[in-house]
């Protein structure tokens, strides 16, 4: 009899009366509290993969360290996973006499899109809506994977954070129990202003995620890979290009040192978009690396928005152009850069070891870099490391006629260099003059933002409401989206 069965025979409705009589049987039985809590956990767990809703929930990213090299798989990039995650409320209806998916998305105009499944070949035809390739990608690459043989009815609600986009002219609503809280927009999503930190990644992530989960009746955990494979195929088919894919992973994995797949991985598919293609890739193991990362405690990441605004397909392409034409000078400027990136990763790596060894001294060396020169050898590397990357990133700008970090980033980090408590800092991922990503004690953040506030050399930075939140995607409480209906 499984847990689901056992509560179901006992016929109680109210899950926390279930949950004491089983712990309770457990105990009279001589199994202990801990077959019973083992056992109630099946049982939760069981309700929850049977239960007509679930959500889920994928994070935003900041590329700290690795632009532009993490499009060669010979490279690893830092990624910090973001508190600003993209959500999908995922429900099974009524089947009607097509199977169909639908998703809304209520924080923006016309957020509304319906798809139907057009034959036994498992192919996708969208019967509502505007186009939105991210969403359109993911719906179709997931039926070709699972090629449903029941009927269905899937309905999903996106819910975006805040910090993905603009905050002008929005209006909060809260969930009915508090515990969420969205900003509505009027415009569609394609006329409201980007922030830059993956919303396209964490939207195809949890669309993935949530259709995948429903239809295996699975857990996130038994099935990540695939839906990482299934989320990097479909953002790149999206895009119409083939990415470094560091987006979509940290939405899957959250924080990590990253290395990419190879390309070819997913062009095959592109050249032979057959179904037994799709499922023998996603099904494979892919070559990359995705080692889970945090930042060591007392360190925060700060996010400045500029508001400047960069295309990185275009500084991608210079980037490119140059590498092709001068393959030697690149070659080594590259080896230099990875160099300092790998420092920063070591550097990270080894604060960590020096908090596991001594907490107090730990903190005592965080505390006193702000007011003294005397810092830990492990701080002074952080340092050296974040100053060598923008110095390495500097001399790309100047090769290659991109501004990865043109004069004004320049000045503006120079500047929070001098701030209480910073570490350093950099332009993230492409670079260009949309945001600075800086490494900061944690307990002088207050001062930091206070002392910015009236100094005119950060007048053009708004400090974004983040931190670092090292989990990938996750399951969420459904519960915590009711009442969300604009
Ligand atoms: N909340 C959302 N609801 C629906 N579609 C979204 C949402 N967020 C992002 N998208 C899709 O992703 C696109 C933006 O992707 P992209 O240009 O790659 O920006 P980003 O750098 O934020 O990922 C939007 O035009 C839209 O198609
Ligand atoms: C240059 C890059 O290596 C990093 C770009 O990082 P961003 O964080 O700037 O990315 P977007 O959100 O796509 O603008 C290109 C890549 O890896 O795809």
Same mark, same amino acid.
């Given at each position: 009899m499984t847990a689901a069965e056992v509560s179901q025979a006992l016929n109680l409705t109210d899950l926390k009366d279930r949950s004491w009589s089983i712990v309770a049987s457990s105990a009279i039985k001589g199994e202990g509290l801990t077959e019973g809590l083992d056992w109630l956990m099946d049982v939760i767990k069981d309700e929850q993969l049977m239960s007509t809703v679930r959500a889920f929930s994928a994070p935003g990213k900041a590329l700290i360290a690795g632009?532009? *090299?993490? /499009?060669?798989p010979a490279y690893n990039a830092y990624v910090t996973a973001l508190s600003c995650r993209m959500h999908a409320v995922i429900e099974s209806r009524e089947v009607p006499a097509k199977s169909k998916i639908t998703i809304d998305s209520p924080q923006f105009g016309k957020g509304h899109w319906v798809y139907e499944m057009k034959d036994e070949e498992f192919r996708v035809e969208q019967v509502e809506g505007d186009l939105n390739? $991210?969403?359109g990608a993911a719906v179709e690459t997931i039926l070709k994977y699972v090629e449903p043989r029941e009927s269905f009815n899937y309905h999903i609600t996106i819910y975006s954070d805040a910090g993905y986009h603009t905050q002008q002219d929005t209006r909060a609503v809260k969930s009915g129990n508090g515990a969420k809280q969205f900003l509505y927009h /009027?415009?569609?999503i394609g006329q409201v202003a980007k922030t830059g930190l993956g919303s396209s990644a964490g939207l195809v992530s949890v669309i993935t995620g949530s259709l995948l989960s429903v239809f295996k009746k699975s857990s996130l955990d038994e099935i990540k890979d695939k839906i990482h494979n299934l989320a990097q195929i479909s953002h790149c088919y999206a895009q119409k290009k083939v990415g470094s894919g560091f987006d979509v992973a940290a939405a899957?994995?959250?924080?990590?040192i990253y290395r990419r797949f190879h390309a070819s991985v997913i062009d095959?598919? $592109?050249?032979?978009? &057959?179904?037994?293609? *799709?499922q023998e890739i996603v099904n494979n193991q892919w070559d990359f690396k995705h080692v889970r990362c945090a930042l060591p405690p007392g360190i925060k990441l700060l996010m400045g928005d500029i508001s400047g605004g960069s295309e990185t397909p275009k500084l991608v392409s210079k980037v490119l &152009?140059?590498?092709n034409e001068d393959p030697n000078t690149s070659k080594l400027l590259y080896e230099n850069l990875n160099s300092a990136n790998m420092s920063l990763v070591n550097a990270l790596d080894q604060l960590h070891k020096e908090y596991e060894e001594n907490e107090s001294n730990y903190r005592d060396n965080l505390n006193k870099f702000s007011t003294d020169s005397i810092i830990s050898s492990n701080l002074q590397s *952080?340092?050296?490391? /974040? %100053?060598?990357?923008r110095q390495y990133l500097k001399k790309l700008t100047n090769l290659t006629g991109a501004d990865i970090e043109p004069e004004l980033q320049t000045i503006l980090l120079d500047a929070c260099f001098t701030l209480p408590g910073c570490l350093g800092g950099v332009v993230p991922g492409a670079g260009g003059f949309d945001a600075i990503s800086l490494l900061v004690v944690e307990s002088k953040v207050d001062q930091i933002l206070n002392q910015t506030m009236s100094d005119s050399r950060f007048s053009n930075v708004s400090w974004l409401n /983040? %931190?670092?939140?090292?989990?990938?995607?996750l399951e969420e409480n459904p519960a915590d989206y009711k009442d969300l209906s604009a």
């Open positions: 632009g532009y *090299l993490v /499009l060669d390739p $991210f969403v /009027l415009e569609p899957i994995y959250g924080s990590i095959e598919y $592109f050249q032979n978009p &057959k179904q037994e293609k *799709l &152009k140059w590498k *952080l340092v050296n490391s /974040l %100053h060598d990357i /983040l %931190h670092e939140e090292a989990e990938g995607i």
